[in-house]
């Protein structure tokens, strides 16, 4: 029995360190089976690559040539939508169906990036569950969006972390460094000037070492629980049998493996190597609220894109920028800012944040209905904002930037008093008007991504800007519309447009 028992021991130590030098990239195992540990209620973890890799991963890299992307040596514009929810949806196997039906509709449309969360931090269904430790059944879930993204020929703009509290945000990384008695402060905005939480989001990006904590491999034996969590040894792995806010019955690896390395399970090729990701986005939405000078969240970009960029070299690095004018700006460019925002408290700086030297474009969103509440704006002088917002931050991009600028969200709000849905016909067309101009001179203005599209049967994902298109035939075709009259200005720029074109030549432009 002891021989026995000891034997357990060095197997269970072998397979640990094998999974470790696997998730790191250290060796090239094409199949790996793990034995269940007792009552985890699953019978095995296994992990298999294709032979061959997808055609999607032999596609060029979108690149930017001073103010325009370029894709196969061709100006890239591209029409795109927002669906943030598309990793969360690939966990379970019952709700999968939805990331695919979504990709299908769009590609319907000619679209051809999808900009989504690649984030959830201490959430339901989270990817990070604390400080370098990360979920893999989530992280495949990820790789499958990747992979069904590539073939429907889609590429992703995928948001590295929130400023709003939703999966977890910048309040859960607070939270945890507050909790560990390393956090400087309770602030949110701590999360932009704490070293400990700046350490926490590296690690994020890319394998390391906390300097206060201790990240490994370790095999975790999930087991219902909502009060705490402790600790066994069993075949000298370290497995957490009781945990917080852990779905029970599952068998997951944690580790310190990191999002711009991650080997896809499915084609073997890590994230940075990928083509179908477009770009990484630093934030959705930074604001730092404490320091309305900006110096604070300009500190913080400068480090965290000269970080990505050490790492990742092949793929596009935006902020993540509401479109805010800031102190840096002249009075003429604050006097765009719309309502409440005119003198910009909350520490953004539009022309200061995007002209960082390794941001390779800008951002802005647009939403009139909530910012120009307080104002009681008819739906006239909405549109007048609109185009006035657009315009001003495209010229932005040809003046003084010399980057591409796109509107990564823009949507009208269906409970806004008086809304109606020929409303958003109107105002959509009149963003999508402004881009397909700057498209036809070769401008800045390089997309407009809708916010936010979703396949039927998803009420419980629903905001009030979202978009069901089958159930929108006229905003349907305006989408459609402006997918085709964008693809036939560069109809040799990759599989896109030729995608897009062969949506445009299906059943006429409906």
């Not at 945000?169 to 701590?190: C, F, H, I, P």
């Not at 069993?234 to 990191?258: D, E, H, M, N, Y």
């Not at 770009?279 to 970080?307: F, H, K, V």
């Amino acid at each position: 029995m002891a021989g026995g028992l000891a034997l357990y021991h060095v197997l269970g130590v072998a397979s640990c360190v094998a999974l470790l030098y696997f998730t790191l990239g250290g060796v090239d195992l094409r199949h790996i089976s793990l034995p269940s540990l007792p009552g985890s209620g699953l019978d095995s973890v296994s992990v298999s690559w294709p032979s061959s890799r997808p055609a999607a991963l032999t596609a060029a890299f979108v690149e930017r040539r001073g103010a325009q992307l370029f894709l196969n040596g061709q100006p890239f514009y591209p029409n795109g939508w927002n669906s943030y929810w598309l990793m969360d949806q690939a966990v379970e196997p019952r709700s999968r169906n939805r990331v695919s039906r979504m990709f299908q509709a769009a590609a319907e449309m000619g679209l051809t990036v999808c900009r989504s969360w690649a984030f959830n931090d201490g959430a339901y269904n989270a990817l990070q569950v604390s400080p370098g430790h990360f979920d893999e059944r989530v992280f495949k879930a990820l790789d499958r969006v990747v992979v069904e993204a590539g073939r429907h020929g889609v590429r992703l703009i995928l948001s590295l972390a929130n400023n709003l509290e939703a999966y977890g945000g910048k309040t859960q990384y607070v939270r945890w460094a507050w909790e560990e008695g390393v956090g400087l402060s309770a602030s949110n905005d701590s999360f932009f000037f704490d070293p400990a939480i700046r350490d926490y989001f590296k690690v994020y990006l890319k394998v390391g070492q906390l300097s206060h904590t201790h990240s490994w491999c370790r095999l975790t034996n999930r087991v219902a629980s909502h009060h705490g969590g402790g600790e066994s040894e069993i075949w000298g792995v370290s497995v957490v049998t009781s945990q917080k806010g852990l779905t029970p019955g599952r068998l997951t690896l944690f580790c310190a493996q990191t999002l711009l390395t991650r080997k896809n399970h499915l084609t073997g090729v890590e994230y940075r190597d990928d083509p179908t990701i477009l770009a990484w986005e630093l934030m959705n939405e930074p604001r730092c609220t404490t320091d309305p000078s900006g110096d604070t969240l300009q500190r913080w970009i400068e480090e965290m894109a000269a970080y990505v960029k050490s790492i990742d070299k092949k793929h596009l690095l935006t902020v993540g920028l509401e479109g805010f004018y800031g102190p840096s700006s002249p009075q003429s460019k604050l006097n765009v800012n719309p309502g409440v925002w005119k003198d910009n408290n909350y520490g953004s700086d539009f022309i200061r944040n995007a002209k960082s030297p390794d941001i390779d474009f800008a951002s802005i969103h647009l939403y009139p209905d909530t910012w120009l509440l307080k104002q009681h704006a008819t739906v006239d002088e909405k549109l007048k904002f609109v185009k006035q917002w657009v315009a001003s931050h495209f010229e932005d991009g040809d003046k003084e930037l010399g980057k591409p600028v796109l509107a990564t969200e823009f949507g009208l709000s269906r409970r806004a008093q008086g809304f109606d849905p020929s409303h958003r016909d109107v105002f959509y067309k009149a963003i999508y008007d402004i881009v397909y101009r700057s498209a036809v001179r070769g401008g800045a203005g390089a997309a407009a991504f809708v916010w936010q599209l979703a396949p039927e049967g998803m009420e419980e994902f629903h905001d009030d800007y979202s978009v069901v298109p089958s159930e929108h035939p006229s905003l349907r075709r305006l989408i459609k519309a402006q997918s085709c009259r964008l693809a036939k200005l560069h109809p040799d720029a990759g599989e896109e447009a030729k995608r897009a074109l062969k949506a445009c030549s299906a059943a006429g432009s409906s």
